[in-house]
C-alpha cells in the first residue's frame, strides 16, 4: 500500500484526482484540471467548454477496491494537514508549508523569501510592471489566485482624478483663462490712457495680463499680443524668456524675485501643448504676486487690477469659474486674492467706490490686508514668495505643506520626508521607523507634537470642501488597524509598514496630480474556454473602498452641477464606482466568513483584464482602440513630483514599477498562496534645476539609476527581484 505519511495537502489532492481522473470523474479544480485536462478530454468524452459542473463523464467507472482504499487514506491525510495547517507560536501565526494547496505554481518563492512568508502569511518583492494589473493578468493565465490590494484601487481613483482635472484644464479652463485675460486686460488698457499719474503703475498690470495672454496662445512660438506696442512688447519677451527657459532665480521686469525653475512643465501637463500652456499660464497667474514693496510694484498695479475685476460682473463670473474647480479638487486658496481686496476696499471706503477713492486710501487697505492675511504657509525661499503680496490667482493650502513648514530647518533638517506626514497622524509604522532612525534636528520632535495636537481630528469625509483633504483622510483610513475578522497577517506591525507604502506612494500620485496649484514649502484577449473554479481575494478593507467610491462619487456630482461632466466622464467615474462597490461587498462577506459564489469568483479572477479595459477607456474613450493606442508617459503608473525645495534642491516623490506581494490565506480551511500587486515609493533629493518630468523619471527606471529605496522600505520588499512565476498549467482564459 502507498504511504501518504509525508505527503503535502497538495500532493494528496492530485493524487486522488489521479484516480477520480482515470475513471473518469469530473474535477472542477482548477490545478487539478491543468493536471489532468489531456487524459480528461482525450480519454473521458468531457467537451472542451470546461463548465462549472459537478456532472461526470458518460462513462465514468467506480474506483476499484484497492483505489477505495486509497482514497480512504487520502482522505484522512488531508484531514490531518488541514487541522494543523495555521498554529501559533509565541503568539504568532505559523503556516505549515504541506498545507498549502498551490505551493507547486510559486516555485519562484524559495530560500528565505518563502520561510518569511510562512512566517508572517505575506512577503513583498521587487518587480518591474509598467501598471499594476498586467501582474493580475499574468495571473489569469497561470492559474494563480488573486490577491486584489487596495493599491490597485487607488491607483484607478488617482487616474480618474488625474484625467477628470485634466480634460476640464484642457478643455475648459485654458479658454476661460485665455478669455479672462484678454478681456480684463483691454479694459484695464483703456483704463491706463486716461489715468493720468497712476497710468504706468495701471500700465504694470496690463503687460501682466499680456504675459498670460500670450502663454495661452495657440502659436507653438512665444509672440506678445498684437496690441502690445514697442516697449511693451519688449518687457514682456524679457518675461516670457524667463518663463519659458525656466532656468533659475531672477529678478524679472515685471513682479520682482522669481523662482523660476517651478515653470518647468511636469506632472501630466507635459501630456499636450495645449495642457504646457495652461500650465506656464496658471503658474504665472498664481507663483509670483504683487509684493507689498513700492520699490518692487507699486501697490496701485494690484489695486487697479482688483477694481477692474471687482466691478465687471461678467469677468467676475469668468473667475469663478475657473476658481471652483481648483478649490473643489486642491483647496482654498493660501494668499491675499484679488477677492479678498475687494472685500477690505469696501469696507474702507464703502461699496462702489471708484478706484481713485481706493489709491486715496491705499495705506489703509494694504495695512488692513496685512492683519487679515490668511496665509498659512509661507515659504521661506530666496525669492519674493515670502512677502506680503497679492497673488491673482493664488497657490493652495494643503495640509502636507504646512506640516513641512514646521518639521524643517534649512541647515539643519533641510528636507523632509513622507514619513512625516503619517507621523502627524499618529500612525504606528511611521512612528516606529521614525523611532528606528530618528531626526536629529532638536526641533523636530516638537513640531511634530505641535502638529499631531493641531491634527489630531482630520476633517471627515463628508464635512471636507475639497478633494485633496478627502484623500488625505483616505490615506489615514487606510493605515488605521485592519477589521477584527480580517486574516492575520494584516494584523501584524509589517503589515502596517506595507500600508504605510501604499499611503505614500498614493500621496506622491496626489502630489503629482495637484503640482501646479499646490503650495510647495522650500527649507489584450484571446481564447474561448470557460474557467474551472480558482480561488480569489480581496484585501479585507472595505472602509477604504467605500470611503473612494464616496470621494469619486463626490466628484461626478459636483462636475455635474458645474456643466462640466461630459458623457466620457460620466461613464468613467460610474465604472469605477461599481468596481469599488463590488470589492466592498466582497470584502464584507470575507470579513463575515461568508462563501464566495461563483460570479464573485470569477470577476476576481479577470479583474486585471476589467482594470485593463477601464485604464483603456479614461485614456482613449468611447472610440479607442488597444493598449497600443496608448503613447507616452501614460502607459506607466510611474510618476513624479518635486513637493519641497532647499537651497540647490529639491525633494522628489514618486512612485516607481509595480512591485509584487504574496499572502497565504485560509480559504475554508486550505492554505492558499495568492499573489497581488502593490505600489512602489521612492523619496530622494534632486538638483532644484532640474525637477523631474515623469519621461525623465521613466528613463532613470528603464536604465536602473534610480536612487536607492529608503532603507526600511529596502528591509520590507527584499533585496531583489523574485524570478519570473513559471506557468505551470496550459490554460486559455479568453481575456
Not at 97 to 116: D, K, M, Q, Y
Not at 328 to 340: A, K, Q, R, S
Not at 623 to 632: A, C, M, N
Not at 647 to 654: F, I, K, P, R, S
Request: charged letters at 25%; proline letters at 6%; hydrophobic letters at 40%.
Amino acid at each position: 500500500a502507498m504511504d501518504v505519511t509525508g505527503l503535502s495537502l497538495e500532493q494528496v489532492r492530485l493524487h486522488r484526482d489521479a484516480v477520480l481522473a482515470k475513471h473518469c470523474r469530473r474535477l472542477d479544480d482548477a490545478y487539478s484540471r491543468g493536471a489532468f485536462r489531456d487524459y480528461q478530454l482525450e480519454h473521458c468524452g468531457f467537451d472542451n467548454s470546461l463548465t462549472y459542473s459537478h456532472e461526470d463523464a458518460g462513462n465514468a467507472t467506480d474506483p476499484s477496491p484497492a483505489e477505495q482504499q486509497l482514497l480512504k487514506r487520502l482522505a484522512r491525510r488531508e484531514q490531518d494537514l488541514r487541522s494543523g495547517s495555521l498554529q501559533h507560536v509565541t503568539g504568532r501565526a505559523v503556516y505549515d508549508s504541506l498545507a498549502i494547496v498551490n505551493r507547486s505554481l510559486f516555485t519562484n518563492l524559495c530560500g528565505p523569501v518563502f520561510e518569511r512568508l510562512l512566517r508572517d502569511g505575506w512577503v513583498a518583492a521587487e518587480g518591474g510592471q509598467q501598471q499594476l494589473y498586467h501582474l493580475y493578468e499574468q495571473n489569469e493565465y497561470r492559474l494563480v489566485p488573486n490577491f486584489i490590494t487596495t493599491d490597485l484601487m487607488l491607483q484607478l481613483g488617482h487616474l480618474y482624478f488625474d484625467l477628470t482635472l485634466r480634460e476640464i484644464e484642457e478643455k475648459q479652463l485654458l479658454a476661460e483663462v485665455a478669455a479672462l485675460c484678454t478681456s480684463l486686460g483691454a479694459e484695464l488698457r483703456g483704463q491706463a490712457a486716461t489715468a493720468g499719474s497712476q497710468a504706468p503703475a495701471i500700465e504694470r498690470a496690463v503687460l501682466y495680463l499680456g504675459v498670460a495672454e500670450g502663454l495661452c496662445a495657440t502659436d507653438s512660438v512665444w509672440a506678445p499680443p498684437e496690441w502690445a506696442g514697442g516697449e511693451q512688447a519688449a518687457l514682456m519677451d524679457e518675461q516670457a524668456r524667463l518663463i519659458l527657459d525656466a532656468a533659475a532665480l531672477h529678478k524679472g521686469p515685471l513682479l520682482g524675485t522669481v523662482d523660476y525653475t517651478m515653470f518647468r512643465v511636469r506632472g501630466h501637463y507635459t501630456r499636450s501643448a495645449a495642457l504646457a500652456r495652461y500650465f506656464r499660464t496658471m503658474m504665472w497667474l498664481a507663483l509670483p504676486g504683487f509684493v507689498f514693496d513700492e520699490e518692487i510694484v507699486p501697490f496701485v498695479t494690484p489695486l487697479a487690477l482688483s477694481h477692474a475685476l471687482a466691478r465687471n460682473p461678467a469677468l467676475r463670473e469668468r473667475y469663478e469659474v475657473i476658481e471652483a474647480p481648483v478649490a473643489f479638487f486642491v483647496g482654498p486658496c493660501d494668499d491675499i486674492t484679488p477677492e479678498l481686496m475687494r472685500a477690505v476696499a469696501d469696507s474702507i471706503c464703502g461699496e462702489g467706490a471708484s478706484l481713485d477713492e481706493w489709491c486715496g486710501r491705499q495705506r489703509e487697505i494694504r495695512d488692513e490686508l496685512i492683519r487679515r492675511d490668511p496665509t498659512r504657509i509661507v515659504p521661506q525661499c530666496p525669492d519674493d514668495r515670502r512677502l506680503p503680496q497679492v497673488r491673482f490667482t493664488g497657490q493652495r493650502y494643503i495640509p502636507d505643506s504646512e506640516m513641512f513648514l514646521k518639521l524643517t530647518d534649512w541647515q539643519q533638517r533641510p528636507f523632509p520626508s513622507g514619513l512625516d506626514l503619517f507621523a502627524v497622524m499618529r500612525i504606528p509604522a511611521a512612528l516606529a521607523v521614525l523611532q528606528d532612525d530618528p531626526p536629529t534636528w532638536a526641533g523636530y520632535a516638537p513640531g511634530l507634537t505641535e502638529l499631531q495636537t493641531a491634527f489630531a481630528v482630520l476633517p471627515p469625509p463628508g464635512t471636507a470642501d475639497n478633494l485633496y483633504w478627502r484623500w488625505f483622510h483616505l490615506l489615514r483610513t487606510l493605515n488605521d488597524k485592519a477589521p477584527a475578522a480580517a486574516p492575520e497577517f494584516m494584523h501584524t506591525p509589517s503589515w502596517g509598514r506595507k500600508n504605510l507604502v501604499t499611503g505614500l506612494a498614493s500621496w506622491a500620485e496626489l502630489r503629482h496630480d495637484t503640482i501646479l496649484y499646490a503650495k510647495q514649502h522650500c527649507a489584450e484577449c484571446g481564447g474561448n474556454t470557460l474557467p474551472p473554479y480558482i480561488p480569489g481575494f480581496v484585501e479585507a478593507r472595505p472602509d477604504v473602498f467605500e470611503e473612494l467610491r464616496d470621494l469619486i462619487a463626490l466628484t461626478t456630482d459636483q462636475l455635474e452641477a458645474w456643466g462640466l461632466l461630459t458623457p466620457h466622464l460620466r461613464r468613467a467615474g460610474g465604472g469605477l464606482q461599481e468596481m469599488l462597490v463590488f470589492l466592498a461587498g466582497v470584502a464584507r462577506k470575507e470579513l463575515a466568513g461568508e462563501q464566495l459564489t461563483l460570479r464573485e469568483l470569477d470577476e476576481i479572477r479577470t479583474f486585471g483584464g476589467s482594470v485593463e479595459y477601464y485604464t483603456q477607456y479614461l485614456l482613449l474613450g468611447a472610440e479607442g482602440g488597444g493598449w497600443h493606442e496608448i503613447t507616452g508617459p501614460d502607459r506607466r503608473i510611474a510618476v513624479v513630483a518635486d513637493v519641497h525645495t532647499s537651497g540647490g534642491a529639491v525633494l522628489e516623490v514618486g512612485v516607481g514599477n509595480a512591485d509584487e506581494i504574496y499572502v497565504i490565506i485560509d480559504c475554508g480551511g486550505d492554505l492558499v498562496i495568492a499573489r497581488g500587486a502593490i505600489f512602489s515609493y521612492h523619496e530622494f533629493v534632486h538638483p532644484v534645476g532640474q525637477r523631474l518630468t515623469d519621461e525623465q523619471w521613466h528613463e532613470l527606471l528603464d536604465e536602473g539609476r534610480t536612487p536607492p529605496r529608503l532603507p526600511w522600505i529596502r528591509e520590507l520588499i527584499g533585496p531583489a527581484p523574485l524570478p519570473e512565476l513559471p506557468q505551470r498549467y496550459r490554460y486559455s482564459s479568453g481575456c
